[in-house]
């Protein structure tokens, strides 16, 4: 999958937005494009090197993800106990990739808040 077929996935999702809320912390050494459902973050990427997607993640599936697929792991600057980092390209396919992200929109779509 490339960067514009993710970007159009996400983005084809009821409620979603996209920002890049990070670049002044950056100081345009990158830019992560962030996709969001009612205000909170579901998924990001940096646009410059799109090597691996941050997914938010139901913590009690982490484990067995990393099992599985030696493209999970740790998330790029996100906490561990609720994010897991994807390679783009891997042993995830475009099919478990779209299921994950529909996962984490899910996930955080449905917290009350």
Request: charged share 30%; hydrophobic share 35%.
């Amino acid at each position: 999958m490339n960067i514009e077929e993710f970007r159009d996935y996400c983005l084809s999702l009821p409620g979603v937005t996209e920002a890049t809320p990070f670049e002044k912390f950056s100081k345009g050494r990158f830019t992560i494009l962030v996709f969001y459902v009612s205000g909170h973050m579901f998924c990001y990427f940096n646009i410059d090197d799109f090597r691996s997607i941050t997914i938010k993640c139901n913590p009690a599936e982490m484990a067995e993800l990393k099992e599985r697929y030696q493209a999970i792991g740790e998330p790029f600057n996100g906490d561990k106990r609720y994010w897991i980092s994807v390679e783009v390209n891997s042993d995830v396919d475009d099919d478990t990739l779209k299921t994950l992200v529909k996962q984490s929109y899910q996930l955080v779509k449905s917290r009350k808040r």
